[in-house]
């Protein structure tokens, strides 16, 4: 076959596939029978993130490597296995240049696909196709390349609703169409003609609202050819984020692009990049998806098949790859690709574990965890007045929160933020203003993520009004699901005021509000409360309902909101309502319930208080008992005190109480009289303590004798007694001090030792009992032990006291 008759084929064969798509897949635009695509209005907007459009553009010339070529591939697989929505599509290129017979300049390698759970494993094989270049010349074809994804992404009409087209683009060189006959006969008049053909494609990307980002890496790179390219195409953008346009992008080597292609695509769609940790298998790996994050894709970069991967939530529990689990819902794909990825529908936020594995001969190379999420909030919406009039000013708040219900109280969390609503209505030209959480009027307190704004109803409005909020942030986007109200009469018949408490609850609690309804009506109306927004789990009754509003006058009603027991921690979320159920259920008024749900109290912490004060009372207590206790028997002691035995004024003996044996304040004691010997003094204890002679001091410190087998009698210090045949005096009294207080009475330890009573003989005396005129030595007498310190003597006590 002739090369023109070969190339008309070739052709022919080009144009079947584009129209009709790759067997078994549908021609561009019409979902495959199966798909999941849920069926949707363009009033009910999607659950999930917006989708995108995109085709991945590899640069296969001649002057990248195969390890360059490896990385390229792996970049785009990156991105087609970490898109997070569904309803997506991807196509990859390959491109070159076309410079004899058999080579084209460019290579589609994956046609247009919905990134779907099959859709993305086709990508995931598809993709490895880039490494075979042999299709493609040595040169760098930027307008075929650029005219091929163009084509993919406008081809089978526009998507409904539309959906944004972007091209990245991947190069290590610049444009180079010196030996691409198609171009010209002659070198410099191709690289001209090569320029001017890519004008003419970035004009045509631009009218068919692609957007282009280039992403170069090397030192050949022709920076000014790639911000051309950047600012040829679509200058349309996501978001009013800054960064959100479309822009060129330079790194060093070809072991950046991954990272740097992610973080282009994440700002191309509205999206955050988390990276994540890096290890050689086995290893355990962790990125942090935040909780403002609804929807997101965990890339893993294995570079080898060969590496398994098991993926842990933040509770630390091994999720699926497939399926529904605690309220998330995932979708593996890639498994057996150089790139793997988990698609997760309302994570769990925090940090995630991805533990990964390989056999031997197969982890060498260090795996990279990353995280792509976008928040896609839902707005909240309250209207002042909720019916407005004709000319009225209305005051519109807005707060935020995910799907899972979380209401968004951290102010952190959405920085950078823009807000605005649209207003749109029967009577009137749509028109947008600005909502703001900056503390000035109207907004009430800057940072408490409340966006507030205000619009005025125009006097053209007739009938339904349509409110849309539209929010954007790096990584965060609103539902934009409209607000409906009705532009009243200019005199409303029923006027409404609600006010809830800001109150912290228990589940089962209750929460207190009022509702002030004036009825300018001829007739009463009946009145219903009813609950907006809740989130799920919320179990919540209104009471009492329905109401009546008298005609032609004012009513106070209060109402209670009952939590149920099983009703979830945390903010409530949501608002109550109160509908003219006789006015075709027209929203009168509406109010946040700026509720906190805390855990109920423990015994201990409604008791805490009264425990710890009573044990500090009794505590006092018994410190100020023990304290007079102690007090009580210092008062008592009669450690000290000297009992002398005189006989007609002269001194027979002398007995000192030591510590320890006037136990209670009492010192019983007995008087001995050994036949020949003089009489001695003696400590008794026992129960022949209760036959002595006892000494006793109260507590007022008063002196009582009781001698024995008689009654008590008051004593004066250094007065004498009758005490028998004898006298008694009681002198001292002072506790000895810790150094000088004696050994225990009852220890016999050499001479230098007491007998313990302390005891001195003064006289001797003669077997009947008369003065012998004698002294007695110390420790001479009988039944006596050493004489000790200045009293010297013996004393004769048993050691029984």
């Known amino acids: 076959m002739k090369w023109t008759d070969r190339a008309r084929a070739l052709l022919l064969a080009g144009l079947l596939l584009g129209l009709t798509g790759p067997l078994g897949t549908p021609a561009a635009g019409v979902p495959a029978a199966g798909a999941r695509h849920p069926a949707r209005t363009a009033a009910d907007p999607a659950e999930g993130p917006d989708p995108l459009d995109f085709a991945v553009v590899v640069d296969q010339s001649k002057s990248l490597d195969d390890k360059d070529l490896a990385r390229e591939t792996e970049a785009a697989a990156l991105l087609s296995q970490g898109e997070i929505s569904e309803r997506s599509r991807a196509t990859i290129i390959g491109f070159g240049s076309s410079e004899k017979p058999g080579q084209s300049p460019v290579n589609e390698v994956c046609p247009l696909t919905v990134a779907d759970a099959a859709g993305r494993e086709r990508l995931s094989t598809c993709v490895q196709q880039l490494a075979h270049r042999d299709r493609t010349g040595p040169g760098t074809d930027f307008p075929a390349a650029v005219r091929q994804a163009v084509t993919r992404l406008t081809e089978g009409g526009t998507r409904t609703p539309a959906v944004p087209k972007v091209v990245f683009l991947l190069t290590d060189g610049r444009l180079d169409v010196a030996d691409s006959p198609e171009y010209g006969t002659d070198p410099d008049i191709r690289q001209a003609n090569g320029a001017r053909r890519l004008t003419e494609e970035l004009a045509r990307a631009r009218a068919a609202g692609v957007q282009i980002w280039p992403l170069g890496f090397g030192g050949e790179i022709d920076r000014s050819a790639l911000t051309a390219m950047a600012e040829g195409g679509y200058r349309g953008a996501c978001s009013d984020v800054p960064g959100s346009v479309p822009r060129m992008r330079v790194v060093g080597t070809s072991a950046e692009i991954d990272k740097a292609l992610q973080e282009t695509f994440a700002a191309a769609r509205c999206a955050r990049i988390a990276q994540g940790t890096v290890g050689k298998p086995p290893a355990d790996l962790s990125v942090t998806i935040p909780p403002i994050a609804t929807d997101g894709s965990l890339t893993v970069a294995k570079h080898d098949p060969k590496v398994r991967v098991t993926y842990y939530d933040p509770a630390g529990r091994k999720v699926p790859v497939q399926g529904e689990f605690d309220g998330s819902t995932f979708e593996v794909s890639g498994q057996d690709g150089p790139v793997e990825a988990l698609r997760v529908k309302d994570p769990l936020p925090g940090r995630w574990r991805v533990h990964i594995e390989a056999p031997e001969g197969h982890g060498d190379r260090e795996v990279a965890v990353r995280a792509i999420w976008q928040g896609r909030l839902r707005s909240d919406v309250t209207l002042d007045p909720a019916s407005p009039r004709a000319g009225e000013k209305v005051t519109v708040q807005v707060r935020m929160q995910t799907r899972r219900g979380v209401v968004i109280t951290d102010p952190g969390q959405l920085a950078g933020l823009t807000a605005s609503a649209e207003v749109a209505g029967a009577g ?187 044990a500090a009372v009794v505590l006092v207590l018994a410190v100020l008992t023990a304290i007079r206790l102690v007090a009580r028997r210092r ?153 000790t310190g200045p009293t010297g003597g013996s004393d004769p006590y048993d050691g029984n006291f």
């Not at 965060?476 to 200019?490: C, K, L, Q």
């Not at 009703?567 to 027209?586: F, N, Q, R, S, Y």
């Not at 003089?678 to 009582?704: F, M």
């Open 428 to 614: 009137f030209r749509p028109f947008t203003f600005k909502l703001a959480d900056d503390g000035r009027a109207p907004d009430a307190k800057a940072g408490d993520v409340r966006f507030t704004g205000t619009f005025t109803v125009p006097a053209g409005a007739t009938g339904d009004l349509e409110l849309v909020t539209r929010m954007a942030a790096p990584g965060i986007t609103s539902d934009r699901r409209p607000v409906h109200a009705r532009s009243g009469p200019d005199v409303p018949k029923v006027t409404a005021g609600l006010v809830v408490e800001r109150v912290t609850v228990h589940p089962g609690g209750t929460v207190d509000g009022t509702l002030d309804v004036t009825n300018n009506d001829s007739v009463p109306h009946t009145l219903r409360f009813a609950l907006q927004d809740q989130a799920p789990g919320t179990e919540l009754t209104v009471a009492p309902t329905p109401v009546t509003a008298p005609a032609g006058g004012s009513t106070h009603i209060p109402f209670t909101v009952r939590l149920a027991p099983g009703t979830p921690l945390g903010e409530l979320g949501g608002k109550v309502a109160v509908v003219d159920g006789g006015d075709g259920d027209t929203v009168l008024d509406t109010a946040f319930l700026d509720v906190l749900v805390v855990a109920p109290p423990t015994w201990w912490d409604r008791w805490w208080k009264a425990v710890t004060g009573g």
């Open 635 to 787: 008062r008592r002691d009669l450690t000290g005190v000297t009992l002398e035995l005189r006989d007609d004024g002269r001194s027979l003996y002398t007995l000192t109480v030591r510590r320890g044996q006037s136990e209670g304040g009492t010192f019983a004691f007995a008087v001995d009289e050994p036949y020949g010997g003089a009489p001695t003094l003696r400590g008794v204890r026992g129960s022949a303590a209760s036959a002595a002679h006892a000494l006793r001091r109260t507590g007022s410190g008063e002196l009582l004798l009781r001698p024995r087998g008689g009654s008590q009698v008051p004593v004066r210090v250094g007065e004498p007694i009758g005490l028998g045949e004898h006298e008694l005096v009681v002198g001292g009294g002072r506790t000895p001090s810790p150094r000088s207080r004696d050994l225990p009475w009852s220890r016999r330890s050499g001479p230098a030792a007491d007998t313990g009573t302390g005891g001195r003989r003064t006289r001797g005396r003669d077997g009947r009992g008369r003065d012998t005129g004698r002294g007695t030595a110390p420790g001479t007498g009988p039944d006596t032990g050493p004489a």
